[in-house]
């Protein structure tokens, strides 16, 4: 059974960091290509960042690109967020994604990634 569980949400403060953790059981991570998403009340879910199953290609959205970095630990089948310079519209549930259809091409949609996990509130005050 393919789960993906996120950790390390929680309430900072605009200009903090925060880690997020992506613990995967029942697939290989370091074969799939593995990405973020965030959803904000009474918004769309949106693509934040990915990273093809090679590690080598990165794709983030403008919004948090020099901000955010996406890493992977093969040993630990964990992909991490690395969320710095926060700012209150990075509020918002984020989920983590895996995908082993979409090889090495570009994964941004949403529906370029089959398992999901359940999501993490991350909250950032002014």
């Known amino acids: 059974q393919v789960q993906l569980v996120e950790s390390g949400g929680g309430l900072v403060q605009a200009g903090d960091s925060l880690r997020l953790s992506c613990a995967a059981s029942?697939?290989?991570?370091?074969?799939?290509?593995v990405g973020w998403f965030r959803q904000a009340p009474g918004n769309e879910r949106e693509f934040v960042i990915s990273?093809?199953?090679?590690?080598?290609?990165?794709y983030s959205s403008d919004s948090v690109k020099g901000r955010f970095t996406i890493s992977r630990d093969n040993a630990k089948n964990t992909v991490y967020l690395q969320m710095n310079s926060l700012k209150p519209a990075d509020t918002a549930v984020y989920f983590c994604a895996a995908s082993r259809s979409v090889g090495l091409r570009r994964a941004t949609d949403i529906a370029d990634f089959g398992s999901w996990g359940q999501g993490t509130q991350v909250t950032v005050s002014s």
């Open positions: 029942g697939l290989t991570l370091r074969l799939y290509a």
């Open positions: 990273m093809d199953w090679s590690g080598d290609n990165t």
